[in-house]
C-alpha cells in the first residue's frame, strides 16, 4: 500500500512513518516542501504520488499559541484539513485525519464516546473540530483518530520536561484537577497502522488505557525514573491562568477501538515506563 503521510516529522509522524514502513511504501511529507495551507500544491503533490491511503497529521499543536493567533490555527488545522480532504476526492484516496479530546469540553462524568457532542473551549479545539468536519464533508471515505496527551521520543513532551526540571533541582508544581490518559506515540502508531491496515472507516477514540492527572503522571514519570524523592507541589488550572483553557475530564472511551482491531492499548503506566526505560538507554548510549 501506498500511504502519503503529512506533518511527518513531528511527535507522531515519525514513528507512524517509521512503522508504516515496515510493510508499506511511505511518502512522508511536511514543511517546507507540503505546506497544507497551500491547495494547489496540496493537490498537484497528491495527485502526483496517486497513494492509496493519505494520514493528515499537519496540524499547529501549540495549543496557547492557537488561543493567541486563531486564524493561523483555523488556516491550518481546518482549511488544510480541508485541502487534504479535497486532493483525497479528486484522486479517490480514504483519508485518515488525526484528531483531539480538545474537541470536547471536559464536563462529561464518564468516558468520552465517538458519538458525544463536541463543545470546544480553545481555538485549537475549534480548529480541530472545523478539521474533522471538512474531511467527513469532503473525504471520500475517511476515518477520524481522535489522540490525546502524546509523548515520544524526538520532541520535548510532558515527561521529559518533568525530568528534566527535577534534574536541574527546580521546583515542580503539576497540576491536580486535569484528568487524561497519558499516550505514547509508539503505541497511537500501531493503533493507526492497524486502522489503516483494516480499511477501517468512522470516528475512533484512542488512547493508552486507564487515566490519570497530570499530578500522578508527574509523580510516575519521577518514580519509575529512581526519583522517588523529589517533591511534587500540586497546583490547579486556575492558578497556572494559561492563555488556552483545557478540558478538566479528557478520559476516552476506546472499546470501539477494541472491538474493531480486536485488543485495546496497554495502560498508560505500562506504556509511560517503556518510554522511559527506552529513553534512559538511549541516553546511557549517547
Ligand atoms: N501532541 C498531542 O498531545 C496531540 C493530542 C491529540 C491530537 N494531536 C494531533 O495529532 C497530530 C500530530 O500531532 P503531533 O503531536 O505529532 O504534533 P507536532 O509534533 O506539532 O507535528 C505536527 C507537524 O505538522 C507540521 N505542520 C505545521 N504546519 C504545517 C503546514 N501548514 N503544512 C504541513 N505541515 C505542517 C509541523 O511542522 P513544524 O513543527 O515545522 O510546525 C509538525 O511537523 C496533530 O493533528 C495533532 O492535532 C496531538
Same mark, same amino acid.
Given at each position: 500500500m501506498?500511504?502519503?503521510?503529512?506533518g511527518?516529522r513531528?511527535? =507522531?509522524?515519525?514513528?507512524?512513518s517509521r512503522r508504516?514502513? $515496515?510493510?508499506h511504501?511511505?511518502?512522508a511529507?511536511?514543511?517546507?516542501?507540503?505546506d497544507?495551507?497551500?491547495?494547489?500544491?496540496v493537490? +498537484?503533490?497528491?495527485?502526483?504520488?496517486?497513494?492509496?491511503?493519505?494520514v493528515n497529521l499537519?496540524?499547529?499543536?501549540d495549543?496557547?499559541?492557537?488561543?493567541?493567533d486563531?486564524? =493561523?490555527?483555523h488556516?491550518?488545522?481546518? !482549511?488544510?484539513a480541508?485541502?487534504?480532504a479535497?486532493?483525497?476526492?479528486?484522486?479517490?484516496?480514504?483519508m485518515?485525519q488525526? *484528531?483531539?479530546?480538545? !474537541?470536547f469540553?471536559?464536563?462529561?462524568?464518564?468516558?468520552?464516546?465517538?458519538?458525544d457532542?463536541?463543545?470546544?473551549?480553545?481555538?485549537y479545539?475549534?480548529?480541530?473540530?472545523a478539521? $474533522?468536519?471538512?474531511?467527513? $464533508?469532503f473525504?471520500p471515505?475517511?476515518?477520524i483518530v481522535r489522540?490525546?496527551?502524546l509523548?515520544?521520543?524526538g520532541?520535548? *513532551?510532558?515527561?521529559?520536561?518533568?525530568?528534566?526540571?527535577? +534534574?536541574?533541582?527546580?521546583?515542580?508544581?503539576v497540576?491536580?484537577?486535569?484528568?487524561v *490518559?497519558?499516550t505514547?506515540v509508539? &503505541?497511537l502508531?500501531?493503533?493507526?497502522?492497524?486502522? =489503516? &491496515? +483494516?480499511?477501517?472507516e468512522g470516528?475512533?477514540?484512542?488512547?493508552?488505557?486507564g487515566?490519570?492527572?497530570?499530578y500522578?503522571?508527574?509523580?510516575?514519570?519521577?518514580?519509575?525514573s529512581?526519583?522517588?524523592d523529589v517533591?511534587?507541589? $500540586?497546583?490547579?488550572?486556575?492558578?497556572?491562568a494559561?492563555?488556552?483553557?483545557?478540558?478538566a475530564?479528557s478520559?476516552?472511551?476506546? *472499546?470501539r477501538?477494541?472491538?474493531?482491531?480486536?485488543?485495546g492499548?496497554?495502560?498508560w503506566?505500562d506504556a509511560?515506563?517503556?518510554?522511559?526505560s527506552?529513553?534512559?538507554?538511549?541516553?546511557?548510549h549517547?
Amino acid at each position: 500500500m501506498k500511504v502519503l503521510v503529512t506533518g511527518a516529522r513531528g511527535l =507522531l509522524g515519525m514513528p507512524l512513518s517509521r512503522r508504516l514502513a $515496515e510493510r508499506h511504501e511511505v511518502h512522508a511529507m511536511d514543511l517546507p516542501e507540503f505546506d497544507v495551507t497551500d491547495a494547489d500544491a496540496v493537490a +498537484r503533490i497528491v495527485a502526483a504520488v496517486r497513494p492509496d491511503r493519505v494520514v493528515n497529521l499537519a496540524a499547529v499543536t501549540d495549543v496557547d499559541g492557537c488561543e493567541r493567533d486563531e486564524s =493561523l490555527a483555523h488556516r491550518v488545522n481546518a !482549511v488544510g484539513a480541508r485541502n487534504v480532504a479535497a486532493a483525497c476526492r479528486a484522486e479517490g484516496a480514504p483519508m485518515l485525519q488525526v *484528531s483531539t479530546d480538545y !474537541v470536547f469540553d471536559g464536563t462529561s462524568a464518564s468516558p468520552w464516546v465517538e458519538s458525544d457532542v463536541p463543545r470546544p473551549l480553545s481555538a485549537y479545539g475549534r480548529s480541530k473540530l472545523a478539521g $474533522e468536519l471538512a474531511v467527513r $464533508e469532503f473525504a471520500p471515505r475517511w476515518a477520524i483518530v481522535r489522540a490525546q496527551s502524546l509523548y515520544g521520543a524526538g520532541k520535548k *513532551s510532558f515527561p521529559d520536561a518533568i525530568l528534566a526540571r527535577a +534534574r536541574s533541582g527546580q521546583p515542580l508544581r503539576v497540576v491536580t484537577d486535569q484528568r487524561v *490518559s497519558p499516550t505514547w506515540v509508539e &503505541d497511537l502508531a500501531v493503533a493507526i497502522v492497524a486502522i =489503516l &491496515d +483494516r480499511g477501517s472507516e468512522g470516528v475512533y477514540h484512542v488512547a493508552n488505557a486507564g487515566s490519570c492527572t497530570w499530578y500522578e503522571c508527574a509523580r510516575a514519570t519521577l518514580d519509575l525514573s529512581g526519583l522517588a524523592d523529589v517533591a511534587i507541589g $500540586e497546583t490547579t488550572a486556575a492558578d497556572l491562568a494559561r492563555p488556552a483553557p483545557r478540558p478538566a475530564y479528557s478520559v476516552f472511551n476506546c *472499546s470501539r477501538f477494541a472491538q474493531e482491531t480486536g485488543a485495546g492499548l496497554r495502560s498508560w503506566r505500562d506504556a509511560l515506563a517503556a518510554y522511559l526505560s527506552e529513553a534512559a538507554a538511549r541516553e546511557a548510549h549517547s
